[in-house]
């Protein structure tokens, strides 16, 4: 799979993102009678989202199970939740803490928060991670 453990090991590098995205680019011109369309249009007839999306999904899903204690019950908090009694976004805003060092922004602690402050309350209110998926994939 191309996008093996990514939570952990996300490209930092544009290139790198591009380059694995030419893979499955490359890959979907290899099925018989779709290798002419453009690469959206493949990855429509194939049910498949882009690497960049897929990546940012997988990201999701981790915050999703790391705050619902469904990755690994009695686990320390791996987010701090925001202080912020803001009435805008959902009551499951984490905070993002302040740093010097650009390599913090590749960590999933940090590139994913201002995703996940986004969604909307009833996508990060849902009952299960199946759930949670659906919502997503319906945004």
Known sequence: KLEYCIQAASPCLKKDSELLEKVQRTATKLIP???KLP??????KLNLFPLSYRRTRGDLITVYKLLSDKFAPNMPSFFLSSKTENLR????KVHKP???YLSADY???HRI???WNSLPQHVVEAPSVD???RKLDQL
């Open 33 to 35: 009678g779709i290798a």
């Open 39 to 44: 690469y959206e249009s493949r990855l429509d």
């Open 89 to 92: 976004g959902h009551s499951k």
């Open 98 to 100: 302040r740093t010097n």
């Open 107 to 109: 960590r999933l602690s």
């Open 113 to 115: 928060i201002n995703e």
């Open 131 to 133: 759930s949670f998926k």
